[in-house]
């Protein structure tokens, strides 16, 4: 945290890191997909317990925007 700013996923971690886990885990899970969710800074909704995700890849982004998380 930076003055009570959540940095995001996409800063703490390099492009490279990214890439090498989406890799393990597309290897490792290939019928899911790794996905990132980050609460929009400017919002009072609750904190996210956790920001990575694996999803099936026959399942549309809809039933997923309906989830509380």
């Known amino acids: 945290m930076v003055m009570g700013k959540v940095k995001s996923f996409k800063t703490e971690h390099s492009f490279d890191e990214r890439l090498e886990e989406s890799k393990t885990m597309i290897a490792k899970y290939p019928d899911r997909v790794p996905v990132i969710i980050e609460k929009y800074s400017r919002t009072d909704l609750p904190d ?12 549309s982004m809809g039933p997923h925007l309906s989830q509380p998380f």
Request: glycine letters at 0%; proline letters at 8%; a positive charge.
């Open 48 to 59: 996210m317990e956790k920001t990575k995700y694996l999803v099936p890849r026959d399942m």
